[in-house]
């Protein structure tokens, strides 16, 4: 795999996809620094592995989920190699019988295609439909790292610029859960 050497605010060069530009500008409106490399698309976790040596600490796992009528959704930010087990999460928060969610709503609710999924995405998530969870090893971190809408680039950002700048903006909270 093709990954560029290690950036830092800098986009990637060429035209952007729509959603792609959109978290760009929005780290840089609110003066959140990112570091960013770029590749092929990492778009499983194998590949993610990669970019993770590059990038210097593990991409997150991002899981879409919803529960079975498909009313409540939940963007699942955990470390790459935690097991995770549906009946353990839906009890910590209240949800039974969760699923991954239909790729339309993935694009729908945060304009991410599959393996893109991401906490950047919860910008365009403006009736707040869908509720974060983070295992709490990655909401503990100093660094959270992330794809901005698409899995053609990975960032690297301080977790409380995520938690007290990106979210509040969002008007998104976050639920710390325990994997």
Not at 15 to 36: M, S, V
Request: charged share 20%.
């Amino acid at each position: 795999m093709t990954i560029t050497p290690l950036s830092h605010n800098t986009r990637p060069e060429g035209e952007l996809l729509p959603q792609e530009a959109a978290c760009f500008h929005q780290l840089e409106t609110l003066g959140i620094g990112y570091d960013r490399v770029s590749s092929e698309p990492a778009d499983t976790m194998e590949k993610c592995a990669e970019v993770s040596q590059v990038l210097g600490m593990p991409i997150c796992k991002n899981l879409f989920l919803c529960n079975r009528q498909k009313t409540q959704f939940y963007l699942l930010a955990m470390g790459p190699d935690k097991p995770f087990h549906t009946k353990d999460l839906s009890a910590q928060i209240g949800s039974a019988r969760l699923s991954f969610a239909p790729e339309e709503q993935l694009w729908e609710l945060l304009h991410c295609t599959p393996g893109s999924a991401t906490v950047l995405g919860l910008m365009n998530d403006t009736d707040h439909a869908v509720r974060l969870l983070m295992e709490r090893d990655v909401y503990k971190a100093e660094y959270f790292s992330c794809h901005p809408c698409i899995c053609t680039s990975s960032l690297k950002i301080k977790t409380s610029d995520l938690l007290n700048i990106f979210l509040p903006s969002t008007g998104h909270d976050v639920t710390v859960i325990d994997l």
